[in-house]
């Protein structure tokens, strides 16, 4: 038996809100390898079974908000008597890649997320896989917490398509050949394009080339998911 854990907020109103990207995979590997398959209410999460690359599965959507994430995940592999870097695979969105982009990681910080740091918290450590998706930088000046609960705009839905398809073929791949082919499969080197303005941009919002490289290590430090509670 294998998890699955896509991370999101329950509830109509977070629905294809970027903090939900790990939502949209399990939806998308739902949709081909659990047709006709009726969601069950267990470990305070919506679950669905599969079989994946030869293996039994179970689909996991935590109904617990964002920050509570562990208590979920932790309930089921108790149950099932599984070993988290063996038998787990978390999916999660990532406001350090740009959208369309995912990478696949065999363990890793929370790096402020808090559905990451609850499942931390609850297994005693970080060694588990994760595939994470990209959501987009947040614009300057706006609120961290308000960016990952939007929704994605129009002009990004392809690329929200690339990347939901992209995860969830990159999880069928760690269940058929092991965690270490995906990353091969899977990861790119990514180069970080020059900034462009954003519609949430203020006007006068300009980058300023006088700041110091300490100010700027300061500001990538924060660049980290705060889930709704």
Known sequence: MKLIVGLGNPGMQYNNTRHNAGFMVVDALADKFAVGQIARSRF?????????????????????????????????????????????????????????????????????????????????????????????????????????????????????KESIDKAANAAEHVLDQDITSAMNTFNEKLVKPKRKEHPNDKPDDKPDDNKSVSDMKSNESNTNNTPAK
């Open 44 to 160: 305070g999460s919506v679950t669905l079974d599969a079989n994946i690359g030869g293996e039994k599965v179970l689909l996991i959507k935590p109904t617990n908000f964002m920050n509570r994430s562990g208590q979920s995940v932790g309930e089921a592999l108790r149950f099932f008597k599984l070993d988290p870097e063996d038998d787990l695979l978390v999916l999660v969105d990532d406001i350090a890649l740009p959208v369309g982009s995912i990478r696949v990681r065999k363990s890793g910080g929370a790096g402020g997320h808090n559905g990451l740091s609850d499942i931390d918290r609850v297994l005693g450590g970080a060694n588990y896989p994760r595939i994470r998706i990209g959501v987009g930088e947040v614009p300057r000046l706006m609120n961290q917490a308000d960016w990952v609960l939007s929704k994605f705009m129009s002009e990004e839905m392809a690329k929200v």
